[in-house]
């Protein structure tokens, strides 16, 4: 296929360029005026954008939480990614504590072979682990790993297994990332509120103020300082956390962070309304005036990925919650923390440059190139070179996308950004050459996405 007349925009810039696919799927040139030779599908671009695939990566497409469990799957949630342009993920596996981290990759493995788009893992641990245990997975080609500091009772790390993660990890050359919040500082506020009969949905953002995100943010980076290990900090969603990242960064320290669209666009409002409680994410939206500092941070460069934490579940289940009570939830413990956003990562971030806020080139920097490189897919992943994956976008910039929830291919019956009409939307996206979504529909089939083993050491 030859992909002409439109705009490329990657890490070599922004310029009118074709785009030619060879027949083994990979990127074959990339150059003005290619001229189509016998036999080649031509694709005009005109007026269009041509991208890189988008890498997201923060996805949850296989979790249970107590009760209930998120409602795309691996063959679900990434057909709608498909859609939306993006053609790489890279999901958390939680090997649970006692569970021994192979078996639990095991079984994510076994549910991603249902993936339409290429995928990798990411693998969390909730207790010590062997540096061993680190080796096997890096041999595996899952070269990071996550730690919270956040739900003592299940998934918390302290701080002494985080060095210790820290530093068995960055001697096999991986990366650790974190979920920063300070756990016991929330759970005391939750037992306060508890305490106090304030059991509503809002209570969910009062007990995670920002100020604990900040906290850890700073806490986990002096302790990669210590360690002199890289560290990445997930679904950051605050503007202290932000200037935590910030001061680390102006030390020295190899400190990168992610951020996510409802950060970027949610706010307590939203918490605090009719149906609030479809919008329980974890840390929480905020209030508004986080989020022009989280724009100010992915202008400058201090954020450095846009991932979605994709994690949706119906509202019938969010009603339940995660003890599944027929009845309803009874406090704000209890509901079911996540949103669905797969789909949608790319025109939200796109309609960041619209509104002026960032370059062309920096969303495709955030959203493809940035998340490839961290996490050992470079080049492969998130560039248009020769010899790239020929996974590709023809990004229509004034195509109008519903993101009302039945107008959208995620499987979710509620949609964080309902009653709103995006502007920008893919025409076109190859996943290896292949065609997996034309004109809004997904084209593709479950299979079609191939494990990504992913190298140990990330590029700058
Ligand atoms: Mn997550």
Sequence with gaps: MLIAGGIVIDVDGE????????ADGRIAEVGPALTARDGEVVHDATGRLVIPGGVDAH???????????????????????????????????????????????????AKAEAACIDYGFHMTFTEAVTERAVAECIEYGITSFKLYMAYPDSLQVDDGVIVDVLRSTSRHGG??????????????????????????????????????????????AALAELVGAPIYIVHLSSAPALAAVRAAQERGVDIRAETCPEYLYLDTADLGGEGGENFVCTPPIRDS???EELWEGLERGWLHTVA???????MHDRRIGTR???????????????????????????????????AATDWVRLCAEAPARTFGLWPRKGSLRVGADADVVVWDPER?????????????????????????????????????????????????????????????
């Design 15 to 22: 310029r009118p360029a074709d785009v030619r696919v060879g």
């Design 59 to 109: 996805t949850h497409l296989h979790l249970q939480v107590g009760a209930v469990q998120v409602s795309d799957d691996f063959a679900t949630g990434t057909a709608a990614a498909a859609v939306g342009g993006t053609t790489t993920v890279i999901e958390y596996v939680t090997a649970h504590r006692g569970q021994a981290p192979l078996d639990a990759l095991s079984i994510w493995r």
């Design 175 to 220: 990366l650790v990332t974190v979920h920063a919040e300070n756990g016991p500082a929330i759970s005391a506020l939750q037992r306060e509120a508890l305490l106090a009969g304030r059991t509503g949905v809002i209570e969910h953002s009062r007990t995670r103020p920002a100020l604990l995100e900040g906290e850890a943010t700073a806490r986990a």
């Design 289 to 291: 005036w986080h989020r």
């Design 308 to 314: 979605t934490d994709h994690c949706p579940f119906w």
């Design 324 to 358: 599944g009570r027929p009845e309803g939830w009874r406090d704000f413990t209890e509901i079911p923390g996540g949103l669905p956003g797969i789909e949608t990562r790319m025109t939200l971030v796109w309609s960041g440059v619209r509104a002026g806020r960032l």
């Design 400 to 460: 109008t996308q519903s993101l009302d929830a039945e107008d959208l291919t995620m499987r979710t019956d509620h949609s964080p950004y309902a009653g709103h009409e995006s502007v920008g939307w893919p025409e076109l996206v190859l996943l290896g050459g292949r065609v997996i979504a034309s004109d809004g529909r997904f084209t593709g089939a479950p299979g079609w996405g191939r494990y990504l083993p992913r190298d140990q050491v990330f590029a700058d």
